[in-house]
């Protein structure tokens, strides 16, 4: 699909067959919307917000799916591999670098429906929640337990848990709380697993 918006990133966006989006559409939640569209051509790296500032894009995925499930995620990662079509994962899009830009086109994959707390052990702080679940979920889960996220990059409340493990989530703020450790996961298990955040702190 070609955006009415100029592409900015060189190369060669990579075609989606039809075949493609019509598997996507039985596998989970297909969004080709201009306007779903157009979001998840950039993130917040400043460059790509001022190309839409001034009508253009940086590069523009054929569709964005959005999975509910560890198997929906399964079948969307074999569909886009068997096609070989590029997949880009994004959750939050907080990210400042462009690492949630999908570079060579093809297809998006939104953690956002990816949500929710598995487990909380008080004792140990150790805390298990599905990749797309937000800052403020995650925290407000916690409260009732009497522990905090103890980790508070400055987009917080516009970052995922998913994000965190697979860019090492920093920031500003989190300076004087502490960097994401280095993820002990690979990318694939971090969005189709629960995704272990590590130990909580106490509040």
């Known amino acids: 699909m070609t955006s009415a918006r100029p592409e900015r990133l060189p190369g060669p966006s990579r075609d989606v067959p039809p075949a493609l989006l019509a ?25 790509a917000l001022a190309w839409a500032h001034r009508g253009m894009t940086a590069r523009r995925p054929a569709a964005v799916v959005e999975p ?5 995620v399964r079948a969307v990662a074999r569909l886009c591999h068997e096609h070989r079509v ?4 994004a959750g939050g899009r907080s990210g400042v670098l462009g690492a949630a830009i999908p570079a060579h086109g093809g297809i998006v994959v939104s953690t956002r429906e990816l949500r929710g707390v598995a487990s909380v052990d008080a004792e140990s702080g150790l805390v298990e929640a599905l ?5 403020p979920e995650l925290e ?3 409260a009732p337990h009497g522990l905090t996220v103890g980790h ?12 965190w493990i697979g860019a090492r989530g920093a920031g500003i703020t989190a ?8 993820p002990a996961q690979t990318a694939i298990s971090a969005i189709t697993e629960a995704s272990t955040l590590g130990n909580a702190r106490a509040a």
């Open 23 to 47: 598997a996507l559409r039985d596998a989970a939640t297909t969004r080709i919307d201009d306007a779903v569209l157009d979001a998840h051509s950039r993130d917040w790296w400043p460059l």
């Open 68 to 72: 509910a499930s560890t198997d929906e």
């Open 86 to 89: 590029p997949l880009t994962v």
């Open 131 to 135: 990749a797309g679940t937000m800052g």
């Open 140 to 142: 407000d889960a916690l």
């Open 152 to 163: 508070h990059p400055q987009s917080f409340a516009l970052a995922t848990v998913g994000g």
């Open 175 to 182: 300076a004087r709380t502490k960097i994401m450790p280095t």
